[in-house]
């Protein structure tokens, strides 16, 4: 696949039908793979990959990359056509100046997931149909594939690609996934043991910035945490209100814009499982308002923006799901 | 313990929409119906003026509740605002549930400007509910407290 | 030397924990290292480091300077500090323990951060030899040995020992409290994993990592640099890098107001932020190509030069592990090797 990826780059900036390529450029390990911009066939004969590191969601670049001069393609995971889907819908994105290009995904793993499955000082790592070779300093070891993904990768959602120009290997299909069992496992809980369970996570938070930043839904041109205007400017969380506050308010910016790429946990240095937030909101969303799949339908209306006269009263909340 | 329990008073924050909810408090006071002093309202253009932060930013500032009140839906002002605060408020109010935030300390009300008797109603309900939860633990900001 | 069994390990933190605050790594809920207040129960992390470094302890996120309490016309200001208590940190890698020196430089020289000054003073290291590098670490490239890390106590795990070493008076009189749990010996054991351990740092991917040319009088080249474009394209300008990072030292002061008052705290700062050193006049660097640019020229060029060739960096690999683009200080490093030859 990478090598066609390479012929086709090359072909399309020779003909000058665009004048870079954004892509995936290989770095110091065998997994620190850079989201990166190509300009000359030589660069990309250099450094371009794609491979199982290339898990970073390349959408949210488009709006940078595509307000400068001339065209730019772009390789889209099916993951990543959700993402440009809706940044078009929401008017992010110049479209006319994006040659978007579909390439298959068997899923991602990186340096980190690796790294927490015991995998340390890795030297090299390949993988060959299901089984993932990984040389350390301490010698070598062998995973199965799907011991070595993440989350979002065991519970993908789609193999199938929303919007693109053209595509390389074949379309998938949209998956039946488990995704939202953990979040069916947490309304379970009683509210005591949630709030145990958030503040452990939550609790981590950093604030280093980087499931906003990182965010394909995430675009605002000066986000409300670094407004001092605002009043609730924060660069540290100084009192765990602060955290739950982010937290609350980064979700929630997004519900209903959110595509469920998982970025946001990928990033988390802290390893914060961020996803479950936005997921908790697509699930709600769904079961009051209808399914919906933001990056779908270009023409839907996102739920948060629509309405009709029978919705349900808020006081839903106080009955359903979740132990009282 | 039992005597903290017998004089706590709770803090409720009540945002209430210009054109109906608001009213609706005027009418309860003209008619003289009694509810707690405790409720501290905030007169809003419209229910769907609410941004969740501001429902966040009254419990940092020492609120154990807030209620957000606007004109029954279909009576709305600007004919549909209530219908997307009632969204808004319901996946939001949801969150802080899934959060083990206690759901009973936020709530959504719709009052008239008729309705003078439900507005005090709806107040003396939802103090009686915040009271018997006690005090805002799970979204206090420590800074704020005396 | 002195030694211990492991198996009385938990005997010395129950020791040491009963006169003053002991830390040490500990697994949290995701599986990754993070400092935590021993208590009965918790057992020392395996992993070979902590996310957060462990100037935490010196120089913390959030830190409230002072108060100021409004009656009426009155303001009444008060110093929020309370007597600082005495505090161990015990399995600190050698590239944190080095970490501290780069942070004096800054918080210790005149004129003296007097709130970090009083948690140095009130804090005793205890390092912790690795055993087990990885691909990420290059502190040897910073002269750092990780097989003998610096530290009031050094230690080294054998097998099923423990053996330390005290460095400092501070370091003595910690033994001196433990002595009656350890027994002479183990400097055969210790040399025998030291050198073990240092045919693996020699075999490490980076560590012929290459600062030539780095430092002051390459300033101006580096700084006009034309790379600086090309390397910050991927950053999202998040602050992970800066607020893992064991040396960054950027903080910023902020007022919150209390209701009553206001509270006047410092929090770190990242030099990512796109409102960083921002001043009345605006914000000197407009693009995130100046900001990532200020972070590694203060790392690799404006710190060695105003600290006579002192690197800003510990080479403790964190921001290449975290860095959610892998952009990371040994990219920027090879990058611009070509810039000063």
Redesign the interface.
């Known amino acids: 696949m990478q090598e066609m990826m390479i012929a086709k780059a090359r072909e399309l900036l020779k003909s000058g039908a665009v004048q870079r390529v954004l892509g995936w450029k290989a770095g110091e390990f065998a997994y620190d793979v850079e989201p990166a911009v190509f300009e000359s066939a030589q660069e990309l004969e250099k450094s371009f990959v794609y491979n199982d590191f290339c898990g970073s969601n390349l959408s949210k670049y488009l709006i940078a990359q595509s307000r400068k001069e001339g065209k730019t393609l772009v390789f889209l995971k099916p993951c990543d056509t959700y993402s440009f889907s809706q940044l078009l819908a929401e008017h992010r994105i110049v479209r006319e100046n994006v040659y978007a290009i579909g390439i298959p995904c068997q899923g991602k793993t990186d340096g980190e997931t690796l790294k927490g499955k015991g995998f340390t000082g890795i030297l090299s790592a390949q993988c060959e149909g299901d089984t993932f070779t990984v040389h350390t300093l301490y010698g070598d070891k062998t995973a199965a594939r799907a011991d070595v993904l993440p989350e979002r990768c065991l519970n993908c959602k789609s193999k199938k690609h929303m919007i693109y120009d053209e595509l390389l290997g074949e379309d998938g299909e949209v998956l039946d996934s488990h995704r939202f069992d953990m979040v069916e496992k947490l309304e379970k809980m009683t509210p005591d043991e949630r709030f145990a369970f958030w503040r452990g996570e939550l609790s981590r938070c950093i604030r280093c910035n980087a499931c906003r930043n990182v965010c394909p839904a995430c675009t605002c041109e000066k986000c409300v945490f670094d407004n001092d205007a605002s009043g609730i400017a924060q660069k540290a969380a100084a009192d765990s209100f602060e955290e739950n506050m982010f937290h609350i308010i980064r979700a929630f910016h997004v519900a209903g814009r959110c595509t469920d790429c998982g970025e946001c946990s990928r990033v988390c240095p802290q390893n914060i499982p961020l996803h479950l937030l936005n997921r908790k909101f697509i699930k709600d969303i769904n079961e009051l308002y209808g399914a919906y799949q933001a990056g779908e339908d270009p023409d839907a209306k996102s739920p948060l923006t629509d309405y009709t006269m029978n919705d349900a009263e808020p006081g839903i909340v106080y009955h359903r799901g979740g132990n009282q | 313990m039992q005597n903290e329990m017998t004089t706590f008073k709770p803090k409720i924050v009540a945002f209430c929409c210009n054109w109906c909810s608001y009213a609706g408090a005027d009418l309860a006071g003209t008619n003289r119906l009694t509810y707690p002093a405790d409720v501290k309202i905030i007169r809003v253009p419209c229910s769907c003026r609410v941004n969740p932060m501001f429902i966040l930013r009254a419990f940092q500032r020492g609120a154990d509740g807030v209620i957000i009140c606007g004109c029954h839906p279909g009576d709305c002002h600007y004919t549909t605002g209530n219908y997307y605060a009632r969204r808004r408020m319901t996946l939001l109010f949801s969150m802080l549930d899934f959060l083990g935030i206690e759901k009973e300390r936020t709530r959504v009300e719709w009052v008239s400007a008729a309705e003078g008797a439900k507005f005090a109603a709806t107040m003396n309900d939802f103090v009686a509910t915040v009271t018997k939860l006690g005090e805002n633990k799970r979204l206090e900001d420590l800074r704020c407290k005396k | 030397m002195k030694q211990l069994s492991l198996e009385k390990l938990n005997d010395l933190f129950a020791l040491i924990g009963q006169t003053e605050a002991l830390y040490l790594p500990v697994d949290?809920?995701?599986?990754?290292a993070?400092y935590r207040r021993w208590q009965p129960g918790y057992t020392l992390s395996k992993a070979?480091n902590t996310?957060?470094s462990a100037k935490d302890f010196f120089f913390p996120?959030?830190e409230n300077l002072v108060d100021f309490k409004m009656q009426g016309k009155s303001i009444e200001v008060i110093d929020p500090r309370t007597e600082q208590e005495n505090f161990v940190l015990f399995g600190v890698r050698a590239c944190d323990a080095r970490s501290f020196s780069i942070l004096d430089k800054v918080f210790l020289a005149d004129p003296v951060d007097t709130y970090y000054q009083s948690r140095r003073e009130h804090g005793t290291i205890v390092t912790l030899a690795c055993t087990?590098?990885?691909?990420?670490c290059f502190c040897t490239v910073f002269g750092i040995d990780p097989a003998e890390p610096a530290g009031d106590v050094s230690c080294w795990i054998e097998e099923n020992t423990l053996f330390m070493k005290a460095n400092t008076p501070k370091g003595d009189a910690l033994l001196t409290l433990a002595a009656p749990l350890l027994s002479e010996g183990g400097d055969d054991a210790v040399a025998a994993q030291q050198a073990a351990t240092r045919s693996?740092l020699a075999?490490?991917?980076?560590a012929k990592l290459s600062l030539d040319g780095m430092g002051g009088e390459s300033m101006l080249k580096l700084f006009d640099s034309d790379k600086w474009a090309e390397l910050s394209?991927?950053c999202?300008?998040?602050?992970?890098c800066?607020?893992?990072c064991p040396t960054c030292q950027c903080y910023?002061i902020?007022d919150?107001n209390?209701?009553?008052g206001v509270?006047r705290?410092r929090?770190?700062?990242?030099c990512m932020?796109?409102?960083f050193t921002r001043m009345a006049h605006g914000n000197p660097r407009l693009t995130q190509r100046e900001r990532f640019r200020q972070r590694f020229m203060h790392k690799l060029v404006y710190f060695p030069a105003n600290n006579h060739g002192e690197y800003g960096c510990v080479g403790c690999g964190r921001c290449?592990?975290?860095c959610?683009?892998?952009?990371?200080i040994?990219?920027v490093a090879?990058a611009l090797e070509g810039e000063v030859k």
């Open positions: 949290d809920a995701a599986g990754q993070a070979l996310v957060r996120q959030t087990r590098p990885e691909e990420t693996v075999r490490l991917p980076l394209q991927a999202i300008g998040c602050g992970t800066t607020f893992v910023d902020k919150f209390t209701g009553d509270r705290f929090c770190w700062d990242s932020y796109s409102d290449l592990s975290k959610p683009v892998s952009m990371n040994v990219k090879k």
